[in-house]
């Protein structure tokens, strides 16, 4: 097994590498050490069946069914389709996801530690996946703000990111805004946080999912904001993944930002996602 760094800041690929491999607990060990101290670990056309990705993620932690039951597959609820195929007149998947720059999930309590994607049926030419370090970004922060959010816990919400629903037609703004706050609670987290593998701090938060700062006004949540983006979407601090069929792409949900790209019109795209909670 041979390993390339992607980029300095974030992200190694791993060479010669089969499922069969994987089976073997020192290559495991060497694949989840890496993705402890690169943070995203990526192995080129790997042949994996459904079951055998979520056996995959099951030597890694534990799987977590997708919330949406319309959504998984077929005996196998770990496992989210995203896609943008239609079979029957049906979506078999979720189209259009994570189309911004994110930490999966930090606006619930407790989100799963690690993420697993394998290209079902991928274009080289559209629907790439943006990848940045909370690492970098936290180690770039001008020094003036790294005191000034030292300490600090920031709110985090889907609420930016809701889409209307056929449900919701005929609702007031006062009764959408309670329904939110009853299914979408905002919940906290330390702005400042250490990794507890590679023992670096990272920055838990991006503009997409923070609703604000503890502590600040709305002019101070407004430029930290600002900033934060210009940190997230430097070109010379972000992997690009233009992904090639049977992919398999892993990360920290904690300390790895990423965004998926636009798939160009009249083009299928179909990826199998697992999270996977760490035991």
Do not use: C
């Amino acid at each position: 097994m041979d390993k390339i760094d992607l980029i300095p800041s974030i992200g190694t690929e791993l060479t010669g590498v089969t499922y069969e491999d994987l089976q073997k607990d020192d290559v495991l060990d060497e694949f989840v050490d890496t993705l402890h101290q690169r943070e995203l670990v990526i192995i080129r056309g790997i042949e994996l069946t459904p079951g055998q990705q979520v056996d995959l993620a099951a030597r890694i932690g534990k799987p977590i069914p997708f919330v949406l039951e319309q959504y998984r597959y077929p005996e196998l609820p770990e496992i989210m389709i995203s896609s943008n195929e239609v079979r029957d007149n049906k979506s078999i998947g979720v189209a259009r996801v994570g189309n911004f720059w994110h930490q999966d999930s930090s606006f619930v309590a407790k989100p799963a530690e690690y993420t697993m994607l394998h290209g079902v049926n991928v274009p080289r030419t559209s629907g790439h996946t943006l990848f940045a370090s909370a690492v970098d970004v936290y180690d770039r922060l001008p020094g003036d703000w790294k005191k000034k959010i030292d300490g600090r816990r920031a709110w985090h919400t889907v609420v930016k990111r809701l889409r209307i629903r056929s449900e919701h037609v005929g609702l007031s703004t006062a009764e959408y805004k309670a329904w939110i706050e009853e299914r979408h609670p905002k919940v906290e987290h330390p702005l400042v946080r250490l990794d507890p593998f590679s023992k670096r701090t990272y920055l838990y938060g991006a503009p997409e999912y923070l609703d604000a700062v503890q502590g600040f006004d709305a002019n101070e949540n407004e430029a930290f904001f600002t900033l934060l983006d210009s940190l997230i979407q430097d070109p010379e601090h972000v992997y690009t993944h233009r992904w090639t069929p049977k992919d398999l792409v892993v990360w920290k949900t904690a300390t790895t930002l990423h965004a998926a790209t636009d798939v160009e019109p009249g083009v299928s795209r179909t990826v199998h996602r697992v999270s996977i909670e760490a035991e």
